[in-house]
């Protein structure tokens, strides 16, 4: 079946600096969402990605579907405070009936 | 708009005593899911509908059951409760255009934090 992976599990990163978290699929995917979940809240959409290498920016964060549509990454920069909590990818393809698969997510810690 | 409203936020349960969680949402969506979250991990998709009569089985869902009589609500049903249930459960919900097959983003609840002793 559909596997999504994401690395780091955990991000521990010094306020202002940059960071990158992948999203890895064991199946060609339709489609990947990310969403951003803050302690003791829920998951929040962020952005979907549909196109092949498709890029997107909000603000400081980046985010990019590969070339396969296979794997995806969130590039944040001079990150901040506001920016802890977990990140989690969920991809659709069809080897999951079409169902958004999520990835284990990643906890992000910033330090002041 | 509420959007996504789950109830109850917290609950005891003792090992097998039976409870419905309430999830309901205002926004006509017709896809609607359930998710388990263990703690420090992801999303496990336990029941999902397409639209009111229609539910399907997800990654997770042994132990629990699920109706769909409306459009709005989508209760989920745990008859025998476990220790392995101890989770927070969301509820959340979607359009989906299965004509032009357009994904939208799913919307959460704010969950409800189970535990089972």
């Known amino acids: 079946g559909q596997q999504v992976m994401q690395i780091p599990q955990y991000q521990h990163v010094q306020e202002g600096e940059d960071f990158t978290t992948y999203c890895n699929s064991s199946?060609?995917?339709?489609?990947i969402q990310w969403y951003k979940q803050r302690p003791g809240g829920h998951p929040v959409f962020l952005i979907q990605?549909?196109?092949?290498?498709e890029v997107k920016k909000q603000k400081r964060l980046t985010f990019q579907f590969g070339e396969a549509k296979k794997n995806s990454s969130l590039h944040i920069t001079a990150t901040q405070t506001t920016d802890v909590g977990t990140y989690f990818c969920?991809?659709?393809?069809?080897?999951?009936?079409?169902?958004?698969?999520f990835g284990g997510g990643t906890r992000v810690l910033v330090k002041p | 708009n509420a959007g996504v409203t789950q109830t109850p936020k917290f609950r005891i349960l003792k090992i097998g005593q039976s409870m419905t969680l309430q999830c309901a949402q205002d926004?006509?969506?017709?896809?609607m899911y359930w998710y388990r979250q263990d703690p420090g991990m992801g999303l496990k998709l336990i029941y999902y509908?397409?639209?009111?009569?229609?539910?399907d089985k997800g990654e997770v869902p042994n132990g629990y059951n699920v109706s769909r009589s409306t459009t709005e609500d989508f209760p989920l049903r745990l008859e025998l409760a476990a220790p392995s249930q101890t989770s927070v459960y969301f509820c959340?919900?979607?359009?989906?255009?299965?004509?032009?097959?357009?994904?939208?983003?799913?919307?959460f609840g704010d969950g409800t934090r189970l535990s089972i002793l």
């Open positions: 959340a919900s979607s359009y989906s255009d299965r004509v032009l097959y357009s994904n939208q983003p799913q919307h």
């Open positions: 990605l549909v196109k092949s290498g």
């Open positions: 509908s397409v639209g009111a009569g229609i539910t």
């Open positions: 969920a991809g659709r393809g069809k080897a999951a009936g079409n169902k958004l698969t």
């Open positions: 199946t060609t995917l339709s489609n």
């Open positions: 926004m006509n969506h017709n896809y």
